[in-house]
């Protein structure tokens, strides 16, 4: 296995364990929040789908992310389908992008973000970006713990 199909194969699986965890939210806590300050699960969940839009233009623009609209500006919660329908067709872009990468390519192309002084190699980028999903599915574990309700399993 090559290095981009190891990062899709990251993606795809950081994935799976995300909707795992996202579809065991029972809808009448999708809402719910642990304080005044911090995201809801649904508005988590809009954040890392919209997340990887947003790391994908910055991609497509190395490093600036322009004067994007989100596709989901605007669009009510409704629950986790919804924002899943809503992502799929950016999903897919963002494999066939990826797909489309060289093994130089994840070297030598360099994401360079000057509104937060960032500059990184696309492909440690990704693996950012794949992180950046991990840990905030792991914040819905732990709300779900403080909730008393059944985590699924992500360690399959």
């Known amino acids: 296995m090559n290095s981009i199909e190891l990062s899709i194969l990251n993606f795809k699986e950081t994935r799976r364990r995300s909707i795992n965890v996202w579809k065991g939210i029972p809808n009448e806590y ?5 304080d005044a300050k911090a995201m809801s699960c649904i508005e988590m969940i809009r954040h890392v789908l919209e997340g990887e839009h947003l790391f994908h233009v910055i991609i497509k ?3 600036n992310s322009g004067d994007v609209i989100s596709p989901w500006k605007e669009v009510e919660y ?3 389908a919804h924002e899943l329908l809503i992502a799929e067709k950016y999903r897919k872009e963002f494999y066939d992008m990826i797909e489309n990468l060289s093994e130089v390519d994840l070297k030598e192309i360099v994401i ?3 509104e937060v002084n960032q500059v990184k190699q696309l492909g440690d980028y990704l693996n950012r970006m794949v992180y950046h999903e991990a840990v905030h599915t792991g914040q819905i574990l732990s709300y779900l713990r403080i909730l008393r309700i059944r985590r699924p399993q992500v360690w399959d």
Not at 30 to 34: G, R
């Open 61 to 63: 623009n190395r490093g």
């Open 78 to 80: 409704i629950d986790v």
């Open 112 to 114: 360079h973000r000057e």
């Open 30 to 34: 999708l809402h719910w929040k642990p």
